[in-house]
């Protein structure tokens, strides 16, 4: 075998070497130990902490405003879009308040007038020449913007 050759070889023996060294020191312990991931992530998952729940759980206590919400073009929105995470909130409403959103155009987070978002989807309007300054629920209904 050439001696150039042998060099080579020896270079990639190396390179291997260091690349199973490495995979042995670095794996994680829990790793493989149910599949092709690291088994304390299912732990870790398991106990963030909760925040939000389904519209379902709202319209529990707050049935009529459910049904307005989804008699109208905002039946796809979850109620936690607007108020923020609910689970406290169901759990114990006396002590957990939910957000209502007051600053008067927050509906411009959705329907600003922006060029790169498609607007079959959303309507979008231009908040100063539509709303000129009033708050947008002075006329829209949040839960039935559209009666
Ligand atoms: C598009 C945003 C938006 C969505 C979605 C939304 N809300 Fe609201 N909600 C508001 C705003 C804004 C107010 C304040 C209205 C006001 O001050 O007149 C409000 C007020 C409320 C209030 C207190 C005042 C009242 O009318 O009794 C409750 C309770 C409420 N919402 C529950 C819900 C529930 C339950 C859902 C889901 C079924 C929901 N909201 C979905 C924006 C929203
Ligand atoms: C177990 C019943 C119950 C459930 C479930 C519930 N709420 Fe409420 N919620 C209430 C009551 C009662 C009030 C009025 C509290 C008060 O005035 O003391 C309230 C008040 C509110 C308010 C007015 C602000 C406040 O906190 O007082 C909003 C907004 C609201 N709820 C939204 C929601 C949303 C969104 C959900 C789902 C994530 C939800 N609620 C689930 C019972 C409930
Ligand atoms: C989380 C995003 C979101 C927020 C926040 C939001 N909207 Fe909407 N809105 C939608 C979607 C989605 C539709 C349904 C598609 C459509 O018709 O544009 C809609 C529909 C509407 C429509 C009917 C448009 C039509 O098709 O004729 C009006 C009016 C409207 N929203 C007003 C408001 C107002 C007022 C607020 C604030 C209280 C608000 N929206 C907040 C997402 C949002
Ligand atoms: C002075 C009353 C008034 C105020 C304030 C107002 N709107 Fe409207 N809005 C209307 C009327 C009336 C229409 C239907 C006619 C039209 O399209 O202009 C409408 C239509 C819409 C539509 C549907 C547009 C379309 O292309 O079909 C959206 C979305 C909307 N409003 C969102 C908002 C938002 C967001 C705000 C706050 C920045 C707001 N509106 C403030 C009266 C108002």
């Given amino acids: 075998m050439p001696v150039q050759v042998k060099r080579l070889l020896l270079v990639f023996a190396f390179f291997i070497a260091i690349s199973v060294a490495l995979i042995y020191f670095l794996t994680p312990k829990s790793f493989g130990e149910y599949g092709h991931y690291r088994g304390k992530a299912l732990e870790e998952i398991s106990s963030t902490e909760i925040k939000y729940v389904q519209m379902d759980d709202c319209a529990m206590c707050h049935d009529s405003i ?3 919400k989804n008699s109208g073009l905002h039946a796809t929105l979850q109620c936690e879009v607007c108020h923020g ?3 406290n909130h169901i759990e114990d409403y006396e002590n957990n308040r939910m957000e209502i959103p007051n600053e008067g155009q927050f509906c411009m987070r959705c329907h600003i007038m922006n060029a790169a978002s498609p607007k079959k989807v959303i ?3 231009d908040a100063v020449e539509h709303a000129e300054g009033e708050d ?3 006329c829209h209904n949040p839960h039935q913007p559209w009666l």
Avoid: N, S
Wanted: aromatic share 8%.
């Fill in 66 to 68: 459910a049904e307005l």
């Fill in 85 to 87: 995470p609910g689970f």
């Fill in 123 to 125: 309507k979008q309007i």
């Fill in 136 to 138: 947008c629920i002075t």
